[in-house]
């Protein structure tokens, strides 16, 4: 039987959340949510990534994913709502996946070992992705869809090629930037 004259426990005395801290989750953070409108399904990996660092970094989460909010030792008073926080992107970050993709990951044990994976089997250039965007892109066509359809569906393929080819001229300073802008605004012409 617990007393409830007692002190708390050395844990929960030792150890306060304020709301700014990484570890701390509102009661509205539930797991089985998906922090973006479509899961990915192996295709808009970009589009995708972008969307969920989005939604991490408004929950202040973005640590979890990539590295910087690490572990804390298992004697930690942190660690309990560490892996609380970690299992909790777990589950946002699955149930943003399809099925088949979530299957694939299901025993990581970190959201940053998920988020690695990731990145390194969808985020990867690779010239077979950029020949199938560009496939895509000159097969397009209006057809049945409404101009605003269309539209909206070559941006998405234009951003997808873009954080495809992110490495090539965006950080560029060069006196070739514009020549490359120019060759890039060339190829949507066309």
């Known amino acids: 039987m617990v007393n409830p004259?007692?002190?708390?426990?050395?844990?929960?005395?030792?150890?306060?959340?304020?709301?700014?801290?990484?570890?701390?989750?509102?009661?509205?953070?539930?797991?089985g949510v998906s922090l973006v409108t479509v899961?990915?399904?192996?295709?808009?990996?970009?589009?995708?990534r972008h969307s969920m660092i989005v939604s991490l970094s408004t929950r202040n989460k973005i640590g979890f994913i990539d590295g910087s909010c690490t572990k804390p030792p298992e004697n930690s008073p942190?660690?309990?709502?560490?892996?609380?926080?970690?299992?909790?992107?777990i589950s946002w970050l699955t149930n943003s996946l399809s099925p088949d993709i979530a299957e694939s990951v299901q025993y990581s044990d970190t959201a940053e070992s998920i988020w690695t994976q990731l990145n390194r089997r969808y985020g990867t250039v690779n010239d077979t992705k950029v020949f199938e965007i560009k496939n895509e892109l000159a097969s397009t066509n209006q057809g049945s869809l409404d101009i605003?359809?269309?539209?909206?569906?070559?941006?998405?393929?234009?951003?997808?090629?873009?954080?495809?080819?992110?490495?090539r001229g965006s950080s560029c300073t060069c006196s070739a930037k514009s020549e490359?802008?120019?060759?890039?605004?060339?190829?949507?012409l066309h």
Do not use: T
């Open 78 to 89: 942190q660690f309990k709502q560490w892996d609380r926080c970690n299992n909790m992107i």
């Open 5 to 31: 004259n007692a002190e708390p426990s050395s844990v929960s005395s030792n150890f306060a959340l304020d709301s700014s801290s990484p570890l701390f989750l509102l009661s509205s953070d539930v797991p």
């Open 148 to 167: 605003e359809s269309y539209f909206n569906k070559l941006k998405k393929l234009w951003g997808e090629l873009r954080f495809m080819r992110a490495s």
């Open 180 to 188: 490359l802008q120019r060759e890039d605004d060339e190829n949507k």
């Open 39 to 48: 899961p990915f399904s192996d295709i808009g990996f970009g589009g995708w």
